[in-house]
């Protein structure tokens, strides 16, 4: 259980200096990236939450 909530404060955190980032900086090919990044992170931490869930 703390794992997963350590797992979202970073993925929250990643995001809060992102959209800094984004915020400071708005070019198009920026942004791409930054989008990019976001999905792969919450992609690998829904995986890792089910595989912790199926036991394994």
């Excluded at 090919?29 to 992170?41: E, F, K, N, S």
Aim: charged share 10%; proline share 2%.
């Amino acid at each position: 259980m703390t794992d997963r909530l350590m797992a979202l404060a970073a993925f929250f955190t990643l995001f809060g200096f992102l959209g800094i980032l984004i915020w400071n900086v708005p070019h198009w090919d920026l942004v791409l990236v930054v989008l990019i990044t976001l999905l792969l992170v919450a992609w690998d931490f829904i995986a890792t939450l089910g595989k912790q869930q199926n036991g394994g």
